[in-house]
């Protein structure tokens, strides 16, 4: 899960095992949840978003789950894959933050590392 | 789909140089983002942009300043580059829905 501190927090599976990364998030408020794949050397690339209206929504080999009675989030992954080797990372979306926009605040990263 | 480029992958300067970060998005985008990723922090927002000519501070403002004369184009400012600026930098931009794209990131390293 997610955490704060020098070291990211790592999760080993498998290749073709299922991953579940979870995240707490802070503000009841947020209305929008983002979770983002994070290679090494590039910048945060989108994988699914879910609003605060929904508990659950699914892409392509991916799930995100939300339970906001606890203020938590989850990213599942079917199947893992090498590929799928990065740091992942949730946002919420904070609503009317300041001048006309609205303000992600990020988690620090889980490490995902798949072991062939 | 959005495009977000950063002008320099890698940059080495030396402590109190002036330094510029650019940034340009390629849809249209009103809002645009300057953020820094360190380990075990996460990424800080450093100061945001909704409009041409408008800026508002973020978490983390101390040190920077922001230009954006064109829609297209967020700047970050360095003034006097310090060892603890040393970071991953990272633009995003946003429409008037909710989704962020990243660009590639500049690693500015102050010796």
């Known amino acids: 899960g997610e955490s704060v501190g020098l070291h990211l927090p790592t999760l080993s599976v498998q290749e073709g095992d299922n991953s579940i990364i979870n995240c707490a998030y802070s503000n009841s408020a947020s209305d929008y949840f983002i979770w983002y794949k994070q290679e090494s050397g590039k910048g945060p690339q989108f994988i699914i978003d879910i609003r605060s209206n929904m508990d659950k929504r699914q892409g392509q080999r991916v799930t995100v789950l939300l339970n906001k009675t606890v203020k938590h989030l989850s990213l599942q992954i079917a199947a893992t894959q090498p590929g799928d080797s990065a740091v992942y990372f949730c946002?919420?979306?904070?609503?009317?933050?300041?001048?006309?926009?609205?303000?992600?605040?990020f988690g620090t990263g889980t490490l995902l590392a798949v072991q062939p | 789909d959005v495009k977000v480029t950063q002008s320099s992958r890698y940059l080495v300067k030396r402590t109190g140089e002036k330094v510029f970060l650019e940034c340009v998005q390629d849809?249209?985008?009103?809002?645009m983002f300057w953020y820094r990723q360190d380990p075990g922090l996460g990424l800080r927002l450093i100061y945001f942009?909704?409009?041409?000519?408008?800026?508002e501070k973020g978490d983390i403002p101390e040190g920077y300043s922001v230009s954006r004369e064109k829609k297209e184009r967020f700047s970050l400012i360095l003034e006097s580059a310090s060892t603890n600026q040393t970071s991953m930098y990272l633009c995003?931009?946003?429409?008037?829905?909710?989704?962020?794209?990243f660009g590639s990131g500049t690693r500015l390293t102050v010796v």
């Open positions: 946002a919420e979306n904070m609503p009317n933050y300041g001048g006309a926009t609205n303000k992600l605040i």
């Open positions: 849809m249209d985008h009103e809002n």
């Open positions: 995003a931009s946003r429409s008037l829905t909710y989704g962020y794209t």
């Open positions: 942009s909704y409009d041409v000519k408008m800026k």
